[in-house]
C-alpha cells in the first residue's frame, strides 16, 4: 500500500501513510491479543495463575536447589507442598461455610429485632413521614381503581374457572444424580489441573522459557537483555512472595481478633481476608463486609459490630502504612488509575479471578515494559515513573502559559537543588527543546513570545531565592540533624563561590550580560545577570541588543570588564560568533569576553575548534561554569585557586 500511495503521501492531519498503517496494525493487534484472552479463558486463565503462582514458588524452589536437592525433586517437593496447603485451605472453608449456614437460622430473631428497633428510633422523622404520604397515595390510587370496576359487568364465573392441574416430576436416574454433583466441579477441577501442570514445567523449564524470552526480547545483545529479565525475576519474585506473606500475616491477626471478639466462624474470614487483600484498595474492605454484618446479626448490641470495624481499621493501615513499606516499599511501580483501570478489566475479562490477579499481572507487565524495547510504551502508560523528564514539564507549561504551574515546579526543585541548578537542569533545556520547534517552523511568534513571558516573569518571582543549596543551609542550623532524607536524594553539586576580594578595577557593574540573534537568547541572559548578582558581582543586561554590527555601537560600555554573550544555537558555523566579538573588541576595547553556549552537543575536536575560531577568551556551557568563570576572573588573591579548579573540573565534566 505504501508503494501505491508514494512515500510523500499523508493524510490530511500531516501523518504520514507508513506510520498511519503501523499505528492501526498495533490497534488491530491490541484488540486481537484482549479478543484472543476473553474468548480462549479456558486457556489463559490457568497460564495466568501458573504464571504468578511460579513466582511465588520460585524461591523455596532455589532454596531446596542451594541445599543440594536435584532439580527435579525439588520442584515435585514444592508444587506438592503447594497443592497440600491449597487442599487443605479449600477443605478448611468448605467445613467453616457449612457451619455457618447451619447457625444462620438462629440469628434471624436477632436481625429482626433490630431492624424493628431501628425502624422504631426512625419513627416520626422524615422517613416515617415520606413512608406515610407514599402509603396513602397508595391507597387513593387503589380506591380510584375499586371504583372504576364497580360498574363493569361480573365476569362468568363458571366459564372461567381454573382448571386443577397436577405436575408429576419423572423419578430421577442414579446417573442424572451424579451428573448434578459433578458438573459444578467439572471447570474448577480442570482449572485446578492445568495451573498444578504449567506451574510444574515452568518450574522445570525456567532457564530454557528465560533463553526463549531472551531470544524475543533482543538477542543482539545477550548480557544487557539477560541481566534485564533475571534482575526483573528477582524483584517479581520477591515481591509476590513478599505480598503472600504480609497477606498471610493479615489474615491470621483478622481471625485471631475475631476469635476474640467473638465473631462466629473466625478462621473463614480470617482466609477471606488473606484472599481479598491481594484485590487493591477495595479488598480489605470487602473483606470486613462479612464478619461485620455477621456481628451485627449475633450481637444483640451493637459491641462486636464496633469492634470489627476497629480491627479493620487499625489492622490494614498497619499493615500497609508501616510493615509494607519495610518489607517491599510503599509502590508497586503502578500508578493508582493504572491500578484501577486493571482491576476494572482483568475483571471484565475473567471475573472474580480476574481481580485476584489484576494487580500480580499488571506488575508483570510493568517489569517487562521496562525491560524489553517493543514493550516499553505498556511501562509509560501503567508506570509511576513521570511520563516527561522535567525539562519537558517545564516546556510543556511555559508554551501552555502556565506560569504558576511552572513556579510551583521550580519551587519544588528549589526545596533540594540551588538555583543555578535548577536552572541549569530544567530551564534552559526546556528552551534548548524550545528552540528545536522554532527552528523546525511549529513555534510561531505568538507561543515565542509566551514562552519568553513566562520565563522572564519566573525570573522576576524566582528574585528572592539565593543560589545555595537548601540542606546546607540545614546542616549549617543544625549540625546533629539526621541526613537520611539528604541520602535518598541524589548528592546536590557544590555551592558555587561568592566574588570576594574584587579588584579595583571591577568595582560597579562590571558584568555585561548580552543576548545573541535567537528568541530564547535573552531569556538566558537575563538568568546569568541575576544569578552574577546573587554572587556579588554587579551584572548590566541587555536583552534587547542583539550581537550585530547595528547594535553593538549602542552597548553602554562605561565600567564594563567582561561581556557574556549568550546562545542557544550558532548555526552551522562558528562565522557569527567570531564577527560579533570583533566588533565588541573594536567597541569594548580590553574587556574580557565569555561565549555562552547553552544546550549545545559538543565533542572534544569540536570544541577545539570552535575556540580556534571564534576568537572568545573563555565558555561556558552551562550557567554554573558561567558564573565561577566570572567569579574567578574578578577574584584576586588567594581565593583563585579553588574557583579556578572547579570552573576546569566542571568544564571537563561538561
Known amino acids: ?70 532439580r527435579v525433586p525439588a520442584v515435585v517437593l514444592v508444587v506438592a507442598f503447594a497443592c497440600a496447603i491449597f487442599l487443605g485451605i479449600g477443605l478448611l472453608v468448605g467445613q467453616q461455610v457449612t457451619e455457618l449456614a447451619q447457625k444462620l437460622p438462629e440469628y434471624q430473631f436477632t436481625i429482626q429485632e433490630k431492624i424493628r428497633s431501628v425502624r422504631d428510633a426512625a419513627s416520626g422523622g422524615t422517613l416515617e413521614r415520606i413512608s406515610t404520604f407514599l402509603r396513602n397515595v397508595n391507597q387513593e390510587i387503589r380506591k380510584n381503581q375499586s371504583h372504576g370496576l364497580q360498574g363493569a359487568p361480573a365476569p362468568d364465573v363458571a366459564q372461567n374457572a381454573p382448571v386443577a392441574v397436577e405436575i408429576h416430576q419423572p423419578e430421577v436416574a442414579p446417573a442424572q444424580v451424579i451428573q448434578g454433583v459433578l458438573q459444578p466441579l467439572v471447570d474448577p477441577l480442570t482449572t485446578a489441573g492445568l495451573v498444578v501442570i504449567f506451574v510444574t514445567f515452568f518450574l522445570l523449564q525456567r532457564q530454557d522459557l528465560r533463553d526463549r524470552l531472551i531470544r524475543l526480547a533482543g538477542s543482539h545483545d545477550l548480557q544487557r537483555t539477560t541481566e534485564a529479565l533475571n534482575d526483573g525475576a528477582r524483584r517479581l519474585s520477591r515481591y509476590f512472595l513478599a505480598q503472600t506473606s504480609l497477606n498471610v500475616l493479615f489474615g491470621i491477626i483478622v481471625g485471631t481478633g475475631l476469635t476474640f471478639i467473638g465473631v462466629p466462624n ?69 500508578t493508582p488509575v493504572a491500578v484501577i483501570i486493571a482491576a476494572t ?78 536552572y541549569d537542569e530544567i530551564v534552559l533545556p526546556a528552551l534548548v527543546l524550545a528552540q528545536i520547534d522554532f527552528r523546525r517552523g511549529v513555534l510561531d511568534a505568538k507561543h515565542v513570545a509566551q514562552i519568553n513571558d513566562t520565563v522572564h516573569g519566573l525570573i522576576t518571582d524566582l528574585s528572592e531565592h539565593e543560589d545555595v543549596t537548601p540542606t546546607r543551609i540545614i546542616r549549617k542550623e543544625k549540625p546533629g540533624q539526621s541526613h537520611e532524607e ?4 541524589e548528592p546536590a553539586p557544590p555551592d558555587l563561590p561568592l566574588a570576594r576580594n574584587l579588584r579595583a ?67 552551522s558555523s562558528a562565522a557569527h560568533l567570531h564577527h560579533s566579538i570583533r566588533r565588541i573588541r573594536r567597541q569594548v576595547p580590553g574587556a574580557l569576553i565569555l561565549a555562552g553556549l547553552w544546550g549545545r552537543g559538543r565533542t572534544r575536536a569540536a570544541d577545539d575548534q570552535l575556540r580556534a575560531r571564534a576568537g572568545a577568551d573563555t565558555y561556558a556551557f552551562s550557567l554554573r561554569q558561567a558564573v565561577i568563570l566570572c567569579v574567578e576572573a574578578a577574584s584576586s588573591g588567594a581565593g583563585d585557586a579553588s574557583p579556578i579548579a572547579t570552573a576546569k573540573s566542571e568544564s571537563s565534566a561538561a
Not at 383 to 404: I, K, M, T, V
Not at 524 to 541: I, S, V
Not at 548 to 560: E, R
Open 1 to 70: 500500500m505504501a508503494e501505491l500511495l508514494g512515500p510523500g503521501r499523508s493524510h490530511p492531519n500531516g501523518m504520514r501513510t507508513e506510520v498511519a498503517i503501523t499505528r492501526a496494525l498495533a490497534v488491530l493487534a491490541v484488540l486481537g491479543i484482549v479478543a484472543a484472552l476473553y474468548f480462549a479463558r479456558a486457556i489463559f486463565l490457568p497460564l495466568a495463575l501458573a504464571i504468578v503462582l511460579t513466582f511465588v514458588l520460585a524461591p523455596p524452589v532455589r532454596m531446596l536447589r542451594t541445599w543440594g536437592v536435584p
Open 266 to 334: 473466625p478462621v473463614l474470614f480470617g482466609i477471606l481476608a488473606m484472599v481479598l487483600r491481594f484485590v487493591p484498595y477495595i479488598g480489605a474492605v470487602i473483606a470486613a463486609t462479612f464478619p461485620v454484618a455477621l456481628a451485627v446479626a449475633v450481637d444483640p448490641g451493637w459491641t462486636m459490630a464496633l469492634l470489627t470495624v476497629g480491627l479493620f481499621v487499625v489492622v490494614e493501615p498497619l499493615i500497609g502504612q508501616v510493615i509494607e513499606p519495610l518489607v517491599y516499599g510503599h509502590s508497586t511501580g503502578l
Open 345 to 422: 478489566f482483568w475483571t471484565w475479562l475473567w471475573g472474580p479471578i480476574g481481580l485476584l490477579l489484576s494487580t500480580p499481572l499488571t506488575v508483570c507487565l510493568g517489569v517487562l515494559g521496562r525491560h524489553i524495547e517493543w514493550l516499553q510504551f505498556v511501562d509509560v502508560m501503567i508506570g509511576d515513573e513521570p511520563p516527561l523528564s522535567p525539562a519537558q514539564s517545564f516546556y510543556q507549561r511555559a508554551l501552555a502559559g502556565d506560569a504558576d504551574e511552572a513556579l510551583d515546579q521550580l519551587e519544588q526543585v528549589l526545596k533540594r537543588r540551588s538555583l543555578s541548578v535548577c
Open 486 to 489: 539528604d541520602e535518598q536524594d
Open 505 to 571: 578595577d571591577w568595582a560597579g557593574g562590571p558584568v555585561l550580560c548580552i543576548a545573541g540573534r535567537g528568541p530564547f537568547d535573552g531569556a538566558a541572559a537575563a538568568m546569568l545577570a541575576q544569578l552574577l548578582e546573587k554572587h556579588g558581582l554587579g551584572a548590566g543586561l541587555e536583552p534587547d541588543v542583539a550581537v550585530s554590527s547595528s547594535n553593538i555601537v549602542h552597548l553602554k560600555s562605561a565600567g564594563v570588564r567582561m561581556i557574556c554573550l549568550s546562545y542557544f544555537e550558532l548555526g
